[in-house]
Each structure stands twice: as structure tokens, then as C-alpha cells.
């Protein structure tokens, strides 16, 4: 299973496009909304999302993929279940929704539209969305049985030819080099050395990142073309998890050497304290055999002068 998530700002374009008939749409569930209409539904997604005017892009459209494979294992209620699944690990609860089914393409396929205003006037949110998305259709899949692809790891490459070649030549590259790096300086400089350039793309005249190119053999491929798991977002997050992970392992280190420091000044402080309690006991030992040669000298002269009858 995967799951294509599209970014949008009007719902009439959104539902219109999940409730057209022309892709033999069936609508499987609604929550929240008016059903009288196409146009119901939309004034129902449209009126929630003015409880939070200053959220530009409110539209939530994500579509569920399932491999060919499964056309006769999935049903429209098992779709259903795995919809609800997939909504409740994103964090898409408390909110309007419609969930429909396309028959438009070979394998089948579901569309999601969902409020980002939930009921209660909150936005949920879309942080790292993709990256968490790919993780929970990946559990997912495993969860209900569903068909495995065997993935880029099991092409032929040596049968490949290019710009394919290059492409999955550039996909090794960057499953080898990013769980290993710790920034984008040191990532870029590792995949110049086996002849691959980067270039960021800005959004307009500002200084924002928006996207990654690679270009090898005169061949140009967006992050996401080579992999969706090697798009600029998905990348500089994996990045600064690894500097996380490298952080916390020498804080760790650090904090265990300064433990190891302060327990063996603990032992010498305490060895200390043991050898003077030993002198300690040697003097008091000492004194205590003073005292009784005085007081046995002191009877010895007491017997001398005793006087006798």
C-alpha cells in the first residue's frame, strides 16, 4: 500500500475530483458533512474551516494505493478499515471527512478528503507528513497481509538502461550516504566525490529551500523522482536525526566519563578516610597501653608506702 498526498487550498476542486463520476465513484464514508449534494458536502468543509481563517491550505486529499495483486483480497469495507488505520496513526481525528473509491485505473484505490480544521477550531497538523505517511503504510501493509513490493533494493541494474541506470545509480548513492551524514555540507561533498552534482531549488527570490535536483551522466532527477524517501523535506529530516542520534550518543559518553570520575574521586576520598580511621585506631591503641603503665606505676609506689604493722 502507498499513499499520495496532495497539497490544496479550495474544497469544491477536491471533492468534485473525488466524487466524479466518470471514475465510477463510490462513496464508501462521510463524517461530519451534509450529504444532500456535491454542494452540501463542500459548504460543510468550507464552514468548518472558517474557525481558523489564518490556515491558508485547510484541504487535507490524500489517496490510498494498493498493489494490483490485492484487487481480490481488497474490499470496499476492508479499505474502510485500513482508511480509518491510516487516519488515526497520522493524527487525521476529531474531523469532517469523505472516503471514496475510484475504479479509473487497474489497482485498486481510494481518495481521502479531510477538514485540517477539526471541530474543535484546531489545526492538525502536517509536519513531516510524507515521511510519517510512507512509515505507516509500510506497518500497514505488514499489519493486514497485504502485497510487499519488493522495492528498488531487487532491480537488476546491470540490466537497466539509461537514464534508469543512472537514476537507481543515484538511489544507491543516497542510501548508502545519508544515514551516514550529519548535515547537507557533508552529504553534498560525499556525493560529488562519486560524480554527482546537487543543485537546491528556492521558492522565488528568498532564501527558502523548496526541492533538490542530482544530476549524473548529463541525467537530472529531482529528489523525490529518484526516491519519494530522497525528496529535499524527507533528506534534511534524516539529516538532523542523525545529528540528534550523534549528540545524544556524546552527551551519553560524556555523561558516563564524568560519573566514572566522580565515583573513583569517591573511592579515594573514602581510602583515605579508611587510612586515617587505621592511624586513628594505632594512636588510640597506643594511648590506651600509656594509661595502663601509669596506673599500674601508681600502684606499684602506693605498695611501697603502704605501712606495716
Known amino acids: 500500500m502507498m499513499a499520495k498526498i496532495i497539497k490544496g487550498k479550495g474544497f469544491k476542486g477536491c471533492v468534485n475530483y473525488i466524487l466524479d463520476s466518470k471514475k465510477g465513484t463510490t462513496l464508501l464514508e462521510a463524517k ?3 450529504l444532500k449534494s456535491k454542494a452540501s458536502i463542500i459548504q460543510s468543509f468550507v464552514s468548518q474551516a472558517k474557525l481558523n481563517p489564518n490556515l491558508s491550505r485547510s484541504v487535507g486529499h490524500i489517496s490510498l494505493n494498493f498493489s494490483a495483486q490485492d484487487k481480490d483480497k ?3 469495507e476492508m479499505m ?3 482508511a480509518r488505520d491510516y487516519m488515526q496513526k497520522m493524527g487525521i481525528k ?3 471527512y469523505i472516503i471514496a473509491r475510484h475504479f479509473d485505473k487497474e489497482h485498486p ?3 481521502l478528503c479531510f477538514n485540517r480544521i477539526d471541530n474543535k477550531g484546531k489545526t492538525i497538523s502536517d509536519k513531516n507528513d510524507r515521511y510519517r505517511s510512507e512509515k505507516i503504510c509500510k506497518e500497514l501493509t505488514a499489519k493486514y497481509g497485504l502485497y510487499l513490493s519488493p522495492g528498488k533494493e531487487k532491480v537488476k541494474t546491470n540490466r537497466l538502461k539509461d537514464p534508469d541506470k543512472t537514476k537507481y545509480d543515484i538511489y544507491n548513492l543516497l542510501t548508502q550516504l545519508v544515514s551516514k551524514s550529519k548535515s547537507w555540507k557533508q552529504l553534498l561533498y560525499n556525493l560529488n566525490r562519486y560524480g554527482v552534482d546537487s543543485q537546491f531549488k528556492y521558492k522565488g527570490q528568498t532564501d527558502e529551500i523548496q526541492g533538490i535536483t542530482f544530476t549524473k551522466n548529463g541525467y537530472s532527477f529531482t529528489g523525490s523522482k529518484v526516491d519519494r524517501m530522497f525528496s529535499y523535506s524527507k533528506i534534511d529530516y534524516h539529516l538532523k536525526q542523525n545529528l540528534f542520534s550523534q549528540d545524544q550518543t556524546q552527551n551519553k559518553s ?3 566519563s564524568q560519573t566514572k570520575d566522580i565515583v573513583e574521586s569517591t573511592l579515594d576520598a573514602l581510602s583515605g ?3 586515617m580511621q587505621v592511624h586513628g585506631d594505632d594512636y588510640e591503641e597506643e594511648a590506651f597501653k600509656d594509661r595502663m603503665e601509669y596506673e599500674e606505676e601508681k600502684r606499684k609506689k602506693k605498695r611501697q608506702f603502704r605501712p606495716k604493722f
Open 32 to 34: 461530519d458533512v451534509r
Open 74 to 76: 481488497v474490499t470496499n
Open 80 to 82: 474502510v478499515i485500513v
Open 94 to 96: 476529531d474531523t469532517q
Open 109 to 111: 484505490h481510494i481518495h
Open 254 to 256: 560524556q555523561h558516563q
Open 273 to 275: 578516610i579508611g587510612s
